[in-house]
């Protein structure tokens, strides 16, 4: 029971952080790039990747270890597939800002201005990630009910 409830609850605090920071990311990456907002953008990055980190590994534990319910009750569910079907997504898309922000990390640390053209694009994509995480999270409210269960 105990368990149980832990896992549930980091899963929970993992969507709503990952949402904040993704969310705040997106937000930072429209400038100015100046030495306080680079430091707001990559925390927020940073939260991001925590939030990921307790997400898959708490959603991963409680799939695998049949602490909720059995795998077969959601390998089953067509929602539970539209939830990981956004999860993937987020992944995919997650390439590119990740790859950027460690590079401008680095030029950062250097003392190399960061070249900011590329910060649009990352902002959009961290937009489409947000509205990935409400789909998420509507998927798993919907799964919690019975919605998408093999009768």
Known sequence: MTARWLLA???????GIGLGSVWARARSLRGPFDQGNLRRLFAADAWWGIAAI?????????????????AAYYLDNHVFWLKMSALVAVLLLEIIPMLTLIRWRVETRRGIPVD??????????????????IIMVAAASAM???????R
């Open 54 to 70: 307790l997400w898959i590994g708490s959603g991963l534990w409680r799939l695998l270890a049949g602490v909720e319910k059995p």
């Open 9 to 15: 609850m980091v899963h929970l605090l993992a969507l």
């Open 116 to 133: 900011a053209r590329r910060a649009p694009t990352l902002a959009s994509i961290s937009y489409a990630q947000a509205v990935l995480v």
């Open 144 to 150: 919690a009910r019975g919605i998408g269960a093999a």
